[in-house]
């Protein structure tokens, strides 16, 4: 394999893509590796990895986020971006960066129209548990380890064969079209969510409560992510999904259910205050209320 390329500027990355487009070349394979609320808060992106069929590339989107060079790349038309199963790509793109990826190709789309089994292991050569752990590293850190680059390249280096592939038995069905709209469309989509309004989905058994229970369970959804975003770790760190239904079941006993559920593995000085749970359980309780009527 070609030494990885490190990408750490915005002028680097507008340097990358003239150079792309001064090559000629139309079709780069894309992937990302990030944190989706596992080590902090916020969704957050650690890199891009590409690959143009010569050389592989990483760009370093801890530094590079907030460049408009960034944004030049991703969204440039005459560069397609061949991906595989890109839908939680472009969640974590537009919910990141702010906006989506365009031009792309998504293998997985391409199987599934072919009707075969969507996977990218029985490609890439990697076992499975092995790969689920590389996707779990710290991706934040820096430096990043060598293993996980030579990880996250290798994601990328057969993605331009396999689409080759897979376009060529497209056109023999008539379907390449149909994969075109259905990349199209994915690109297009909206996945952008608002994580304190995400009570409606994503909280446990939402729908079948009472009116009463439901703005309960708003207000206790709101609190957890307040508190999640207050002290910068993931919302599941606060308390489980699992322990909403239990602390909604004792009304009366709200903040007192709450404040068990914050201080369950806390001692001493680092327990938490009730004036704190009370102030920011009254904080949930009015953005509840903003929110469209139960």
Not at 173 to 194: C, G, P, R
Request: charged share 30%; net charge positive.
């Amino acid at each position: 394999m070609s030494e990885i390329k490190i990408i750490s500027s915005g002028n680097d990355i507008a340097a990358y893509l003239e150079n792309l487009r001064s090559r000629n070349i139309k079709k780069i394979a894309l992937d990302l590796e990030g944190d989706q609320g596992s080590i902090n808060y916020n969704y957050s992106i650690s890199i891009f990895q590409c690959y143009d069929g010569f050389t592989p590339v990483v760009i370093d989107v801890l530094r590079t986020a907030a460049s408009k060079e960034l944004k030049d790349f991703l969204t440039s038309s005459d560069i397609i971006k061949v991906m595989f199963s890109s839908e939680n790509d472009l969640f974590m793109t537009q919910n990141v960066l702010g906006y989506s990826i365009k031009t792309i190709r998504d293998i997985a789309i391409a199987q599934k129209l072919l009707g075969i089994k969507i996977n990218l292991s029985d490609y890439i050569g990697i076992d499975k548990n092995i790969k689920d752990s590389y996707q779990r590293a710290n991706w934040l850190r820096r430096p990043i380890r060598d293993d996980l680059l030579e990880y996250a390249v290798n994601d990328v280096l057969f993605l331009l064969d396999i689409n080759e592939k897979m376009e060529d038995e497209l056109k023999e069905k008539n379907l390449y079209d149909k994969y075109i709209e259905a990349s199209t469309k994915v690109s297009d989509k909206n996945f952008i969510v608002d994580q304190f309004k995400q009570y409606t989905e994503k909280f446990p058994g939402y729908k079948r409560l009472t009116r009463d229970k439901k703005e309960l369970g708003r207000t206790i959804w709101i609190f957890r992510e307040l508190i999640g975003e207050y002290f910068n770790c993931p919302s599941g760190y606060v308390f489980s999904k699992k322990t909403m239904n239990d602390i909604i079941s004792d009304k009366d006993n709200i903040l007192l259910k709450l404040e068990q559920e914050l201080n369950r593995n806390r001692r001493g000085k680092k327990k938490i205050e009730m004036e704190f749970i009370r102030k920011f359980y009254q904080k949930a309780e009015l953005m509840g209320s903003r929110h469209e009527k139960i």
